[in-house]
C-alpha cells in the first residue's frame, strides 16, 4: 500500500517536488537570472558598456546607503546627508548609531531588497506591486545623486522603461526588469567588493573601515558578506520557486484583473 500524508505532511511535501521539478516558466526564469548574472558581471567591467548599467547603478548604490542611513536610525544615530555618484559610489554621513551594525548594513540592506525584488520577478501581479516603489526609489536616487543632464536623462528613462512594461503583453515584460534589478541588488556586494579591493583596491570601501576599527581583513570581511548576500538572493529564489508556479499564460490572466494595461 502507497504510503497517505495528513494534512500536516501535505504542504512540505509538495513544497520539495515544486522546488525539485521547477515548471517549465520556472525553469524559464532561473535561465534569465543565470543571463542576468553573466549579462551583468560583464557590462560592469567593460568600459563605455558600463554606461548600460548607469540608472540601474545608482538605484542600487541608494538601495546601499538606505541600509546605512536606516540602521544608524535604528541605533540611535542621525543621518547627515546622502550623496550618491555612480563612479565613486555613494557616501552616507551619520552621527552616531552603532558603526558594527550600520558598516555591514548597505551591502547587506541592498542584498535584501534585492532577494525580495528577485522573489518578485518570479511573477507579473508581485512585480506590478514592487514596480511602484522602483519607481518612486529611482527618483530619490534623483534628487539625491549628481544632477548633470547625463543622470537625468538615464533615471528618467529607467522610469520610462518600468512604465512601458506595464503596457507589453499584459506587463509580462516588466517582471523580467523587476528580476534584472533584484539580481543586480542582491550581488552588489560581490562586484562591488571585488572592484573595491581586488581590482582597483583605491577607494576606501566599508569592508576596509570595519577592518581597521574591528580587526580581521577587509577581504576577510567582503568574502563574508559577499556569502552572505549570495544566501539572500538563494533564499529569494527558493521562496519565488514555491509561491510562484504559474504559468506564463496564468499569470497573464491574472494580471488581467489586477491593476490591468
Known amino acids: 500500500m502507497a504510503p497517505t500524508l495528513d494534512s500536516g505532511e501535505l504542504a512540505p511535501a509538495l513544497a520539495t517536488r515544486d522546488l525539485q521539478n521547477p515548471t517549465?516558466?520556472?525553469?524559464?526564469?532561473?535561465?534569465?537570472?543565470?543571463a542576468y548574472v553573466v549579462g551583468i558581471a560583464i557590462l560592469?567591467?567593460?568600459?563605455?558598456?558600463?554606461?548600460?548599467l548607469w540608472p540601474f547603478k545608482m538605484l542600487v548604490i541608494a538601495f546601499h546607503e538606505f541600509g546605512h542611513a536606516s540602521t544608524a536610525i535604528l541605533t540611535g544615530g542621525k543621518v547627515?546627508?546622502?550623496?550618491?555618484?555612480?563612479?565613486?559610489?555613494?557616501?552616507?554621513h551619520l552621527s552616531g548609531g552603532i558603526s558594527a551594525i550600520t558598516l555591514p548594513a548597505g551591502y547587506l540592506g541592498s542584498s535584501i531588497?534585492?532577494?525580495?525584488?528577485t522573489l518578485c520577478g518570479f511573477n507579473i501581479n508581485a512585480s506590478k506591486i514592487v514596480s511602484i516603489a522602483l519607481g518612486v526609489c529611482f527618483l530619490l536616487t534623483l534628487w539625491w545623486g549628481k544632477k548633470d543632464w547625463l543622470t537625468i536623462l538615464t533615471i528618467l528613462l529607467a522610469v520610462a522603461l518600468l512604465v512601458g512594461c506595464w503596457f507589453i503583453n499584459h506587463a509580462e515584460a516588466l517582471r523580467f526588469v523587476v528580476l534584472f534589478i533584484g539580481v543586480m541588488s542582491s550581488l552588489y556586494s560581490v562586484w562591488d567588493i571585488c572592484d573595491d579591493l581586488i581590482l582597483r583596491k583605491v577607494n576606501s570601501s566599508?569592508?576596509?573601515?570595519?577592518?581597521?576599527?574591528?580587526?580581521?581583513?577587509?577581504?576577510c570581511w567582503g568574502l563574508i558578506w559577499s556569502l552572505i548576500s549570495v544566501m539572500f538572493m538563494a533564499a529569494g529564489i527558493?521562496?519565488?520557486?514555491?509561491?510562484?508556479?504559474?504559468?506564463?499564460?496564468?499569470?497573464?490572466?491574472?494580471?488581467?484583473?489586477?491593476?490591468p494595461t
Do not use: C
Request: net charge neutral; hydrophobic share 40%.
Open 206 to 219: 566599508d569592508a576596509s573601515v570595519f577592518a581597521k576599527r574591528y580587526g580581521g581583513s577587509s577581504r
Open 44 to 52: 560592469w567591467n567593460v568600459p563605455y558598456l558600463r554606461m548600460v
Open 24 to 34: 517549465h516558466t520556472q525553469q524559464v526564469t532561473l535561465g534569465v537570472i543565470a
Open 113 to 117: 531588497i534585492g532577494a525580495v525584488l
Open 80 to 92: 547627515k546627508s546622502i550623496s550618491l555618484d555612480p563612479n565613486e559610489g555613494g557616501v552616507t
Open 238 to 259: 527558493v521562496v519565488g520557486l514555491a509561491a510562484f508556479s504559474q504559468s506564463f499564460e496564468q499569470q497573464k490572466e491574472d494580471a488581467q484583473h489586477f491593476i
